[in-house]
């Protein structure tokens, strides 16, 4: 139902950039920092060796979780993991004191070191970050405790950790994303909502195959999803709580179709496409009392609304000016001011949770993009270019955007990759089966 190809959302990106501190190669005047600003053009090296196992119990847990933690930081782009291979020291004490000159040596900048006991079903983990150059830490007294079939969980968390204090940013490694999973044919696909951690484990069906599904987003709390069901025949849009999987349909006039929701950043109203009568316009909707309001009144098509995250402003598409363009209105409707000027034709548009741009998908010369810009539509950059890129949607921190990218082909494969905000580090997602319509929690709780 929208111009391009589907409902779903567009890969927003920022400018993510290293730029080492000044004297990073000899004695530091502070901590170890990473700013993220512009393209990244040396990552920084770092070591993770295996966590001391403090008991017999989390031996295979000490490795784990150092393995999941180095795979969190080195996919960002921002860092470059060094082999066990080239280390010097054996780290086999979380006590002892540790041996710069060793981890110098190797050109290791940073050092995560941990110790993990288990009792029962219970873990503990202790951790350090080390600022190898100027030989301080970067964190005293630190640790997480859960239970041993959530321990890729407290791996996310550390990670999150030091990612957050050696650049300064938020984390978003301890995420989950919703997206919906594709088997079959490209002429009997079929399609059923999953939620995974943001790394493509866990994976969890939320729905059957029985009835085709589209366009899943997260509530901002992260307990609930929206989609859009043909269950009926008809587009219907349903709230599905993630951790009973109840769900009940958000009801519609007869004789509409509505489609394309989300949720306000407050997670009380849902704004959506509604088509009647053979015009399709944007509403919003209490969740809890079904009453809508109606945003835009035009002939033309407007779909795919995004709140800012403020929830004072919505961006949406809409083909008023003769082609699929941008524009932004605030959220209680009036008047709309367009932001894209460039070739091509621009849809759905998402925007970042750090409300300093919004993503889209633009179609222009026969490929597709995923690309940003700025709120004003200035400072247009294009992440991505392939036969069918599309369904972004921002990670937590506004640093990576998840879409979907379909293979040219009679298979016509769909797969979730992501992409950093400079458009350098691009990764495929893996998933058990096809993936498309990805939609990123925020952080858990």
Not at 285 to 308: C, H, K, W, Y
Not at 334 to 363: M, N
Not at 409 to 434: M, Q
Request: aromatic content about 8%.
């Amino acid at each position: 139902m929208t111009f391009l190809r589907t409902a779903s959302a567009i890969v927003c990106a920022c400018a993510l950039a290293l730029v080492l501190p000044t004297g990073m190669a000899s004695a530091q005047q502070g901590p170890l920092r990473i700013t993220i600003e512009e393209g990244i053009i040396q990552p920084l090296p770092f070591a993770v060796p295996d966590f001391q196992a403090e008991t017999d119990e989390a031996a295979q847990l000490a490795g784990d979780l150092a393995r999941v933690i180095a795979a969190d930081l080195e996919g960002t782009g921002v860092f470059r993991e060094i082999p066990s291979s080239a280390f010097i020291a054996q780290y086999t004490d979380f006590e002892t004191a540790v041996q710069y000159s060793d981890w110098k040596a190797i050109n290791a900048q940073a050092l995560v070191t941990g110790a993990v006991s288990v009792s029962g079903t219970n873990v503990n983990v202790k951790f350090r970050v080390y600022d190898v150059v100027s030989g301080t830490t970067l964190g005293e007294g630190l640790q997480f405790s859960g239970t041993t079939d959530g321990w890729r969980r407290m791996a996310h968390k550390i990670a999150d950790e030091v990612y957050s204090r050696i650049t300064g940013e938020g984390g978003y490694f301890d995420s989950r994303v919703v997206y919906v999973s594709e088997t079959g044919p490209k002429d009997d696909r079929k399609k059923r909502l999953a939620v995974m951690d943001y790394d493509g484990a866990n994976v969890r069906y939320l729905t059957d195959s029985s009835a085709l599904v589209l366009a899943p987003r997260f509530s901002p709390t992260g307990d609930r999803v929206l989609y859009t069901s043909y269950e009926s025949g008809f587009p219907r849009i349903n709230v599905l709580d993630v951790g009973s999987v109840q769900q009940r349909v958000l009801e519609s006039a007869e004789g509409t179709m509505s489609f394309a929701p989300r949720f306000s950043p407050s997670g009380q109203t849902v704004v959506y496409s509604l088509t009647q009568g053979g015009n399709t316009d944007i509403y919003t909707m209490d969740i809890n009392s079904g009453q809508s309001v109606r945003l835009t009144n035009t002939p033309s098509i407007e779909t795919a609304p995004s709140f800012s995250p403020d929830g004072n402003r919505i961006v949406f598409e809409s083909d008023r000016s003769g082609s699929p363009q941008l524009y932004i209105m605030s959220a209680g409707g009036g008047e709309a001011q367009r932001i894209s000027f460039g070739e091509g034709r621009y849809g759905t548009p998402v925007w970042s949770p750090r409300g300093d741009l919004v993503a889209f998908t633009k179609q222009n010369a026969g490929r597709f993009h995923i690309g940003v810009m700025r709120t004003d539509g200035s400072e247009e950059r294009l992440l991505t270019a392939s036969f069918l890129d599309e369904g972004p949607t921002w990670a937590p921190n506004g640093r990576v955007i998840m879409f979907t990218r379909e293979t040219q082909g009679e298979d016509g494969a769909s797969s979730l990759y992501s992409v950093d905000i400079t458009g350098r580090v691009l990764r495929k997602v893996a998933t058990p089966e096809g993936g498309s319509d990805p939609s990123w929690s925020p952080l858990q709780q």
